[in-house]
């Protein structure tokens, strides 16, 4: 990987409520940045631990802020961010982007303002504008399109050349986005926002049964099929993967060493959790398992695989193992084992023969095209 990530932890408010989110309620509601990023040796740890990270192949840094819509935080602390970032962007001398989370929810106006503090701070901040995919409203859709056409003016204005901030779609399995109308809303007068995509498909909080799962590898299909010309996570992420071959498990361990050490995730309490890239968008597993409690292990999901005619038969098992896609299955099949023992045997006997996590259309699509 020649790519090194680091997410920082350090705001959390959010008026959201996006199925896949990791933040408790009690977080989104906390307005305040965490207090580590602002003390004097933060910037000079960053750098140290960025330092030591880097790799004669690494080609790009990316720096995360998140997890809230940053955009709602206090103009002081939007300034004394800028200036972290201005550090850290004079310092390392590396293709970077340092890539800001924000839901847009609220006013408009005074996060456009807010935005161009961040914008000021250097010529590689970009917003990661996350969408619950429940949200259809029009309003939300004008906010979208002016904060982008601003973003653009202001780096037109700074002679920035690539004005690409990106949309995070958080699928929500009850009311997957009319697709037709999510690509209506990526045009502004005529002409399309080719803004970078983000399908977030995280692990779901109930059980999805075979209806939905043939539901979600149905629309994943037909999103691919629209959107394949975009800048999309899971296409970038799969033509990574593809560089690697894998015969055996050593190989396997060695590819999840790779991936975790090119990742470094600092909590709110600035403590380093372990983490990696996989198609459904960064994951710290320290929080993935607090919300879910899941048995990430890969034998766990093998047990899983071969109890499932459709699993057994595909031929991107390891692109799934790999991409982190059977966390969903994983998730999904023990949601299913508390159902039955909460309703009785009538799932239990019905015959598993639909892909368990939506992205086998994506695999196979993918395999082909690159
Ligand atoms: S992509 Fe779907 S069908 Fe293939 S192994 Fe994974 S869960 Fe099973």
Redesign the pocket.
Same mark, same amino acid.
Not at 140 to 157: A, G, I, S, T, V
């Given at each position: 990987m020649n790519t090194l990530i680091f997410n920082l932890d350090i705001y959390f408010q959010c008026a959201g409520h996006c199925t896949g989110c990791f933040l408790s309620q009690e977080e989104r509601q906390d307005n305040q940045f965490v207090d580590y990023v602002f003390q004097n040796d933060f910037f000079h740890q960053i750098k140290n631990l960025i330092e030591k990270k880097i790799t004669e192949e690494t080609q790009m840094l990316i720096i995360g802020f998140g997890r809230g819509n940053i955009l709602s935080a206090s103009d002081e602390n939007l300034h004394q961010l800028a200036k972290l970032i201005k550090n850290i962007d004079q310092s390392i001398q590396l293709n970077k982007k340092f890539e800001i989370s924000t839901s847009l929810i609220g006013k408009i106006d005074p996060q456009i303002k807010k935005a161009q503090i961040l914008l000021s701070a250097s010529s590689s901040v970009y917003f990661n504008v996350v969408i619950n995919s429940d949200i259809i409203s029009t309003n939300f859709w004008n906010n979208w399109r002016l904060f982008y056409q601003y973003n653009q003016n202001f780096r037109k204005k700074h002679s920035i050349i690539d004005d690409a901030d990106i949309l995070v779609l958080n699928i929500n399995p009850d009311n997957l986005p009319n697709i037709h109308q999510l690509y209506q809303n990526l045009f502004i007068n005529d002409k399309m926002i080719l803004s970078p995509i983000n399908v977030a498909m995280f692990p779901y909080q109930r059980y999805i049964n075979e209806d939905d799962l043939l539901n979600i590898n149905l629309w994943m299909k037909q999103f691919n099929e629209k959107f394949h010309e975009y800048d999309i996570n899971y296409k970038n992420f799969l033509e990574q993967l593809n560089q690697f071959s894998i015969h055996d498990f050593s190989m396997l361990q060695n590819y999840f060493e790779t991936n975790q050490n090119s990742y470094v995730f600092i909590d709110k309490y600035n403590q380093i959790q372990q983490g990696s890239l996989s198609i459904m968008g960064e994951i710290d597993y320290h929080r993935l398992n607090k919300k879910f409690d899941l048995k990430t292990d890969i034998k766990n999901f093998m047990k899983i695989?071969n109890k &499932?005619s459709?699993?057994i038969q595909?031929?991107? +098992?390891t692109? =799934?193992?790999l991409s982190g896609?059977?966390l969903?299955?994983v998730q999904n099949h023990k949601m299913k084992k508390n159902k039955v023992f909460l309703i009785g045997k009538n799932i239990q006997q019905s015959q598993e023969s639909? =892909?368990? &996590?939506?992205? +086998?259309e994506i695999?196979e699509y993918y395999k082909k095209k690159i």
């Amino acid at each position: 990987m020649n790519t090194l990530i680091f997410n920082l932890d350090i705001y959390f408010q959010c008026a959201g409520h996006c199925t896949g989110c990791f933040l408790s309620q009690e977080e989104r509601q906390d307005n305040q940045f965490v207090d580590y990023v602002f003390q004097n040796d933060f910037f000079h740890q960053i750098k140290n631990l960025i330092e030591k990270k880097i790799t004669e192949e690494t080609q790009m840094l990316i720096i995360g802020f998140g997890r809230g819509n940053i955009l709602s935080a206090s103009d002081e602390n939007l300034h004394q961010l800028a200036k972290l970032i201005k550090n850290i962007d004079q310092s390392i001398q590396l293709n970077k982007k340092f890539e800001i989370s924000t839901s847009l929810i609220g006013k408009i106006d005074p996060q456009i303002k807010k935005a161009q503090i961040l914008l000021s701070a250097s010529s590689s901040v970009y917003f990661n504008v996350v969408i619950n995919s429940d949200i259809i409203s029009t309003n939300f859709w004008n906010n979208w399109r002016l904060f982008y056409q601003y973003n653009q003016n202001f780096r037109k204005k700074h002679s920035i050349i690539d004005d690409a901030d990106i949309l995070v779609l958080n699928i929500n399995p009850d009311n997957l986005p009319n697709i037709h109308q999510l690509y209506q809303n990526l045009f502004i007068n005529d002409k399309m926002i080719l803004s970078p995509i983000n399908v977030a498909m995280f692990p779901y909080q109930r059980y999805i049964n075979e209806d939905d799962l043939l539901n979600i590898n149905l629309w994943m299909k037909q999103f691919n099929e629209k959107f394949h010309e975009y800048d999309i996570n899971y296409k970038n992420f799969l033509e990574q993967l593809n560089q690697f071959s894998i015969h055996d498990f050593s190989m396997l361990q060695n590819y999840f060493e790779t991936n975790q050490n090119s990742y470094v995730f600092i909590d709110k309490y600035n403590q380093i959790q372990q983490g990696s890239l996989s198609i459904m968008g960064e994951i710290d597993y320290h929080r993935l398992n607090k919300k879910f409690d899941l048995k990430t292990d890969i034998k766990n999901f093998m047990k899983i695989m071969n109890k &499932n005619s459709r699993c057994i038969q595909c031929e991107h +098992q390891t692109s =799934c193992i790999l991409s982190g896609a059977y966390l969903v299955a994983v998730q999904n099949h023990k949601m299913k084992k508390n159902k039955v023992f909460l309703i009785g045997k009538n799932i239990q006997q019905s015959q598993e023969s639909y =892909c368990l &996590n939506g992205y +086998q259309e994506i695999f196979e699509y993918y395999k082909k095209k690159i």
